[in-house]
């Protein structure tokens, strides 16, 4: 594990997880250190379920990223300073199957104990197991015009539930 960063319980993150996520957006990893992905997200969430401390992530099928999610057990959250605009956009806006986004933008990945991938330049790291996963469904909505406003082509995401299983703070 990286020594620039402090193990803290889920509980003690006081960060507002709507700019969190909404606003600063995050990188999803999965896959590990011989054969990763990560992606940009700004839609997830972080809360407790089954009595565990949770995230959310998002991810739909044909994102790169999906195939990694699929077939691991975790997932990492990786949340970054505003001085890192630029590589979340990158890998926002390009695609691990085009690009070696880590050659690209200049991140630094390293190898969790459990040997899931995180980034030297993140502020925040969530390490996720996942515990569900499912498809969202148009005849779920309540609102069509949320299908209308994001599911045009009715490439609908699937998510994933995940307890978090560690948490890292840059020191």
């Not at 949770?54 to 990223?65: D, E, F, H, L, N």
């Not at 990158?90 to 070696?100: A, V």
């Not at 069509?144 to 082509?153: T, V």
Request: with cysteine; charged share 25%; hydrophobic share 35%.
């Amino acid at each position: 594990m990286n020594t620039d960063f402090i193990p803290v319980d889920p509980q003690d993150v006081t960060d507002n997880v709507f700019k969190l996520i909404g606003d600063d957006w995050m990188l999803i990893t999965a896959g590990d250190e011989n054969h990763f992905n990560t992606m940009t997200a700004s839609w997830g969430g972080l809360g407790v379920l089954w009595n565990l401390p949770v995230a959310v992530c998002y991810i739909r099928p044909q994102r790169y990223t999906f195939g990694f999610a699929e077939k691991c057990d975790y997932y990492t959250l990786a949340f970054f300073g505003g001085e890192h605009r630029k590589i979340l956009n990158f890998c926002g806006s390009k695609s691990g199957r085009d690009y070696d986004k880590i050659k690209e933008t200049g991140l630094e990945p390293f190898v969790t104990e459990k040997g899931n991938i995180g980034y030297n330049q993140a502020r925040l790291i969530m390490e996720c197991k996942k515990l569900y996963a499912d498809d969202l469904k148009a005849d779920n909505f309540l609102l069509p015009d949320i299908i209308k406003r994001n599911y045009p082509k009715s490439d609908f995401h699937r998510f994933y539930i995940a307890q978090v299983t560690d948490v890292w703070i840059r020191k």
